[in-house]
């Protein structure tokens, strides 16, 4: 079987895609890779699985139908829909601004650097969003450089954005890590253990470098006002989240207690408020969902049998060739090539997810494993992407070059770095693993 020909119609998605983001890019528009979204940009590519598909109409559609209707898939797709929503309650009772505030009232002058850096990792956590994190953290941090002198503006980003990822990877609401567990069948707990391990050592290299980087000498702060009332509601779903309740009660006991809470802050803050915020959370979330459900049935069109037989294929040249590694780079490199060529780390899990989840089943690597290597690999990725929209947000709200904050994003740089010794020298089959 020809896997180029197999996967004919996710190439030609991707071509599509990255063609058309490059084309605008190169004729000056702002927001290039948005202008064709991925929800068209598929279309073609799912016309092309069908008329490929030999089967009579009846069988392709129930094909399609099936994939779009796999458990994992809708699963993932209502994690969304909740995490779409707690993110957009929690901003409108101001939450994250108070816990952004928060955060910078406990951290010394001395270490405003690593100070935010930890600010953009902890809110990261505890939003899931990587590209709301920048949004939010941004700006204060362009606010501090303008105070502090002995610390660059690419710098003071490039901490955002690293930051930013740390909880992109880490988070248990974020799309990367609801996708990635999903995809292979991944115990979370598991999953979040190993991809600590590789986190902190990142992070204790990222605060190395930023020790080296900049001598900060702050001339003066603002006072910042914050409530620890407004911020329960993340301890609340992390409190939930660690005593291994599901993540659907979890977020959904997490928005009903963010609700009760604005109201309680608020005065205003009305029942229709609250309704209206979960719909706009809804709202927001509907491109990848909508992404997630035509990957889904693009793959029922392909066929479960060609992805098992590509993932045999691989596993048969990978023979004799596990004690190398061999099979964990493929799904990192798997992972790095389509988060590369789509500039976004979901859709590239999406994309690779049920290739590395063969490869993972043939070679005996454990699926909490597999979901930990596609994860850290697609985020490494995107945040040293110069097309990636994290850094083109940053850059903007800092007015300087995406380039130049490519080499300061030390966190990204670390975890890639540290994912590939993890590889190489901690044997897939031990206890941290299993």
Not at 304 to 314: F, L, M, T, Y
Request: glycine letters at 8%; proline letters at 3%; a positive charge.
């Amino acid at each position: 079987m020809n896997i180029l020909w197999t996967f004919a119609p996710i190439l030609l998605f991707v071509f599509i895609f990255v063609g058309s983001g490059v084309y605008f890019s190169l004729m000056g528009y702002e927001k290039a890779f948005a202008i064709v979204p991925p929800v068209i940009a598929i279309i073609p590519s799912i016309i092309l699985a069908w008329v490929r598909n030999r089967k009579p109409s009846e069988e392709k559609t129930a094909e399609f139908l099936a994939g779009i209707g796999e458990k994992d898939i809708v699963y993932m797709c209502m994690i969304f829909l909740l995490a779409g929503a707690f993110g957009e309650v929690t901003k409108s009772i101001g939450s994250i601004e108070s816990l952004v505030n928060c955060t910078i009232s406990f951290v010394p002058a001395k270490f405003l650097l690593i100070g935010i850096f930890l600010i953009s990792a902890f809110l990261s956590t505890a939003i899931g969003s990587a590209l709301g994190t920048v949004a939010a953290v941004g700006p204060v941090a362009a606010d501090f450089c303008l105070h502090a002198s002995g610390i660059s503006m690419p710098v003071a980003m490039g901490a955002v954005v690293g930051g930013a990822f740390f909880g992109d990877n880490l988070s248990l609401v974020s799309d990367t890590t609801i996708v990635s567990i999903s995809s292979q069948g991944a115990n979370v707990k598991k999953k979040f253990n190993i991809n600590l391990r590789i986190a902190a050592i990142a992070t204790l290299i990222t605060i190395f470098a930023m020790c080296l980087s900049a001598t900060v000498t702050v001339d003066k702060i603002h006072g910042h006002d914050f409530s620890l009332i407004l911020i329960s509601p993340y301890i609340i779903l992390l409190v939930l989240a660690f005593n291994r309740v599901n993540i659907l009660v979890c977020l959904t006991l997490s928005i009903l207690f963010s609700g009760i809470i604005g109201h309680c802050c608020h005065a205003d803050y009305s029942m229709m408020q609250f309704c209206n915020d979960i719909n706009a959370g809804f709202l927001k979330v509907y491109g990848v969902l909508l992404l997630g459900l035509m990957v889904g049935g693009l793959s029922g069109l392909i066929g479960s049998d060609a992805v098992k037989e590509v993932a045999r294929i691989i596993s048969e040249r990978l023979r004799n060739k596990t004690e190398s590694k061999m099979p964990q780079f493929i799904i990192g490199g798997l992972a790095s090539m389509f988060t590369f060529l789509l500039s976004n780390n979901v859709i590239a899990i999406i994309c690779c997810g049920k290739i590395a989840k063969g490869i993972a089943k043939h070679n005996g690597i454990s699926p909490h494993y597999s979901a930990t290597i596609l994860e850290v690999f697609a985020c490494g990725v995107k945040g040293l992407l110069p097309h990636g929209t994290q850094v083109l947000l940053a850059a903007s709200l800092a007015g300087i070059s995406p380039l130049s904050i490519l080499p300061r994003v030390y966190y990204c740089h670390a975890l890639i770095i540290v994912s590939i010794l993890f590889i190489l020298f901690v044997d897939k089959k031990s206890p941290i693993v299993n």
